[in-house]
C-alpha cells in the first residue's frame, strides 16, 4: 500500500526511467552496460516506492498515551522553551527519520485541532540544532480530554523539499491516522507537559500509530 502523495512521482520516476532504457538500447550496443543500466534503473525505482509505502497501522485507541508520530529513532529526549504556542518550557522528544522509514506522519493523539501553522523555511540537517526553528517545518496542535494541549512538529531535512500537512484548525481527528507526510526525509518532534512519564529512551527505534512515548494518566 502506498501513500497518496506517491502516485505522481513514482509515476514520473516509471515514465523517465523506461526513457532511460530505451535511449540505452538505442543507442548503447555493448549488452553488459545495458543490463547495469537496467538493474540500476530498477534499484532506483524500488528505492522510491519504497519511501512512499503506506503500511496500515492499528492503532489501540487510548488518551492517555502518546503515540509516537513516525517510524524512525529517538534522537533527543530534553526541556526545552517552546516559544511558537506554548511559550513556556516543555519536555521536547524528537525522532529521526531515515530515508528507509516510513514518512508518514500520524495523529499522536486523538482530539480537536487548535493550532496548524506552515512555516517556509531552510534545508538544515534534521539533526541540526536549529531546525526546529529555522527548517521549513509545520507546528500542529491537538487539544486531547486527557492529555491536554500537544504539539508537534514536522521538520523538514537536507533532502526534504516539501512538507504535507492534512491538520485543520476545528477538525477532529483519530489517534494513529495519517496527519500529513514529510517528502524525502527528516524529523518530528513531541512537546510534552514537564514531568509526563516517558515510555521511550534515547536511541530507541519507534514505530509511528505503534509505540507509546508518554503516558499521561
Not at 27 to 52: A, E, H, M, R
Not at 100 to 111: E, L
Request: hydrophobic share 45%; no cysteine; net charge positive.
Amino acid at each position: 500500500m502506498f501513500h497518496r502523495e506517491g502516485y505522481k512521482i513514482m509515476a514520473i520516476a516509471m515514465i523517465l526511467l523506461i526513457v532511460v532504457n530505451l535511449l540505452a538500447h538505442t543507442f548503447i550496443f555493448t549488452d553488459w552496460i545495458k543490463q547495469v543500466i537496467l538493474l540500476g534503473t530498477i534499484i532506483l525505482f524500488f528505492l522510491v516506492i519504497q519511501f512512499f509505502r503506506n503500511p496500515k497501522r492499528n492503532t489501540e485507541l487510548n488518551n492517555e498515551h502518546v503515540m509516537a508520530p513516525v517510524d524512525g529513532k529517538v534522537v533527543v529526549i530534553e526541556e526545552v522553551f517552546e516559544k511558537e504556542y506554548f511559550k513556556d518550557q516543555r519536555l521536547m522528544v524528537s525522532v529521526f527519520m531515515s530515508p528507509i522509514n516510513v514518512h508518514v506522519t500520524r495523529h499522536p493523539v486523538s482530539g480537536i485541532v487548535k493550532y496548524s501553522k506552515y512555516h517556509p523555511g531552510k534545508y538544515l540537517v534534521a539533526w541540526h540544532p536549529k531546525a526546529s526553528e529555522e527548517n521549513e517545518r509545520t507546528t500542529v496542535v491537538v487539544e486531547n480530554p486527557v492529555s491536554g494541549e500537544i504539539l508537534y512538529r514536522q521538520i523538514a531535512g537536507a533532502l526534504a523539499k516539501r512538507i504535507v500537512n492534512y491538520a485543520e484548525v476545528g477538525k477532529e481527528v483519530v489517534q494513529g491516522e495519517d496527519s500529513g507526510f514529510i517528502k524525502f526525509g527528516s524529523r518530528v518532534d513531541v512537546f510534552l507537559p514537564l514531568g509526563t512519564p516517558l515510555k521511550v529512551k534515547l536511541n530507541q527505534k519507534v514505530k509511528g500509530g505503534l509505540t507509546v512515548i508518554a503516558d499521561v494518566s
